[in-house]
Nanobody, 123 residues
Framework: VQLQASGGGLVQAGGSLSLSCAASGRTFGTYAMGWFRQAPGKAREFVAAIHSSGGRLYCADCAKGRFTISRDNAKSTVYLKIDSLKPEDTAVYYC?????????????????WGQGTQVTVSS
């Protein structure tokens, strides 16, 4: 399984960005997908997950409405839309495929990782 993340870039604070992650393989719809991010000098952290059923899980701060995760099983693609971007959202964003239909918040739940896409938010 290979994951290819895209959609990152330089955005002004208050703007929006949509990230995409395309997966290879034929079993995309069977597994949960997740997004993580790693800011400079910080550990990688969980952002959001979407279960194979379509149910969603967000990090505590991410559940406040700025982040929306979605998936298109026909295109084997998972998306992350970020609204009202803040400078503290600056990070490398990684997509990952879970080993199970239900996504969790911990990295050890995910067995395949994309290469990451850089999101930089200017103030």
């Amino acid at each position: 399984v290979q994951l290819q993340a895209s959609g990152g870039g330089l955005v002004q604070a208050g703007g929006s960005l949509s990230l995409s992650c395309a997966a290879s393989g034929r079993t995309f719809g069977t597994y949960a997908m997740g997004w993580f991010r790693q800011a400079p000098g910080k550990a990688r952290e969980f952002v959001a997950a979407i279960h194979s059923s379509g149910g969603r899980l967000y990090c505590a701060d991410c559940a406040k409405g700025r982040f929306t995760i979605s998936r298109d099983n026909a295109k084997s693609t998972v998306y992350l839309k970020i609204d009202s971007l803040k400078p503290e959202d600056t990070a490398v964003y990684y997509c990952a495929r879970s080993s199970a239909p239900v996504g969790l918040t911990t990295e050890d739940n995910y067995i395949y990782w994309g290469q990451g896409t850089q999101v930089t938010v200017s103030s």
